[in-house]
């Protein structure tokens, strides 16, 4: 699991996927099974983008694994809510806090306006026949 293995405990360590089936070598669930979850959160504590960008490699890994091994493609959502999915930060308050930086983002360019030429106007749906 990378260089700072270290830091998670040797009992969590071993929860580590078997391929080409992807699943945990020690309880047999499909891996990432939650003691890898949380073994990986600990790893990459401080590089969230970077435990996305790894398990983003994963999946594709397990993807071509699935078409080696079985007649019908994977389903794109459940691989990528098994893999990457669940890294992402739910809840009420990591979206407040996500409306909150946008806010921010929009306030901040708002107040620096600079006279200049005019933004185009809302461009037309053009699913829908205009009239």
């Known amino acids: 699991m990378g260089g700072r293995a270290g830091s998670v405990p040797r009992t969590v360590r071993r929860h580590v996927a078997a ?8 309880c047999a669930a499909p891996w990432p099974c939650q003691p890898a979850k949380l ?10 983008v970077g435990l996305s960008v790894y398990l983003c490699v994963l999946l594709h890994e397990a993807a ?10 994977p389903d794109p959502a459940e691989l990528f809510a098994r893999f ?6 739910v809840g009420a308050a990591a979206e407040r806090g996500r409306l909150d930086r946008l806010l ?4 901040a360019t708002g107040s620096r306006r600079r006279a200049g030429p005019r933004r185009p106007g809302r461009v037309p ?5 205009a009239g």
């Open 64 to 73: 071509a694994d699935w078409l080696r091994l079985r007649p019908r493609p």
């Open 104 to 107: 921010d983002r929009v306030t």
């Open 125 to 129: 749906d053009r699913r829908r026949p």
């Open 19 to 26: 391929r080409p089936a992807w699943r945990c070598r020690a």
């Open 39 to 48: 073994a990986l959160r600990v790893e990459y504590a401080h590089d969230p």
């Open 84 to 89: 990457v999915g669940w890294t992402r930060p």
